[in-house]
Structure formats: structure tokens, C-alpha cells
């Protein structure tokens, strides 16, 4: 069995080489993905592997920061997508078996900056 | 010196209780605040001070699901704010000390989802 930080790290390379049997054997029979963005979950593994499998466009995934404690994790990736570069975060909890069992992922897109704290903040 | 998780539990502790002092002293005095969704950066604890401190509105904070490992950490929060649940992320480096030193937050947006899948994702 796998440790929490290996796991994931298998998960998302498995993932953008969209290596669809060595993600399988990575998630639990029930794995739940919740979106809360958009207020939507996928329930069981089948229908997460087809959500990926069918996602439109071409997508490029590499973790930038990882942490994981016990059975819990949480990454945050770059996404290159359509030319962009797109932040998203994720958080993982493993099941007794070394399992993805529930995933909540944030999609986090860019804005202008309020007013009003020009004289704190620097652009970049 | 605190350990990882304790620093910001402590740290989300102080903020909701806009206890300043206390949140100071979880500072480094270097601390960087990252905002890549404005690509926005507040260097220094006191100018990151008064961004918390200038913040319009109320906004009352609860932490969700948190992620420690080493100098580093992730936390999932909630924040009661203008009538609304807002979802932030946030990953954080602590220095040797034990203070924060870096902290990248998002704050995810809600939205409609795209159609095409609804096949494969469930409301809630």
C-alpha cells in the first residue's frame, strides 16, 4: 500500500497521461468528486474515469505544491489549457486501503482586484 | 515553537477573532501574501496586517479541512460573508522558526457548469 503523499502523486501522473487503468486501481469502487463551484458531485469510480476520459480540449496537469498528512492530502496544480495557465486545488481523503475515496477540487478563476488596497498590494 | 498544524489553526484563529497581536506574533516579518487570481502580492506583516484590518464588510471564518506536513500546510475554509458561504484555499510555508513565511490563497468563484455532462454529475 501506498503512502498518502505517493498516492497522490501517482493519482495526477496517471492523470495527464490519461493512464485510465493505473487510475482505476488508484480510486475506491465508490469515489466521490465534488465540485463545489458549481455545486455538482460524481458518484463511483466508472463515471469519474468517463468524466475525465470525455473532458473536451486538450489539458496538461503538473503539481505545483503537495502536502499530506495521515489520510488526508491537498494539492494545488497548474493546468495548461487552452493557453492559459490554470490554478486549481484539490483536497483527497484516502480510505484504510490507500484509496481515493473523496475528492473536492476548486477551480479558481482570475479577476480584476478590487478597489481600494492599491497602497498594500503590488501587481505581478 | 508550535508545530505546523498548530501555527495555523492558531493563525485562522486570530484572523476570525481579529485578534492582531497574536496574529502578528504567527507572522514572520517578511511574510508574503499571494493572490494569483489578481496576481496581487502584499509583502510585509504589517502591511498584511492591514489588509486583514482594512478588509470592507464582515466576514466571519471557519476552517473547513486542514492539511499539515512539515514546514508546509493547506487549509480549506469557509467564509460567512454578505450573506454567502465563500470557499477559500490556502497554502502556507513556515520558516525554521515556526512563523508564516509565504501563503498563497484563492478565493473559487461559483458558476454554472458547462453542458455536456450532465450525464455523469449530479446537482446538489
Redesign the interface.
Known sequence: MMNT?AAVSAYWTALEARDWDTLAGLLADDVVYH?????????GRE?FL??NQ?Y?GDWHLAVT?A???GR???T?ITCAYRGEQL?A?S?FDLDDAGLVREI?E????????PP??EH?????
Open positions: 503523499e465540485m463545489p463551484q458549481t455545486r455538482e458531485r460524481i458518484v463515471s468517463r468524466f470525455e473536451p505544491r502536502v499530506a498528512s488526508h492530502a491537498a494545488w490554478p486545488t483536497f473536492t476548486f477551480w479558481p478563476a482570475a479577476y480584476e482586484p481600494g488596497r498594500l498590494a503590488e501587481r505581478y
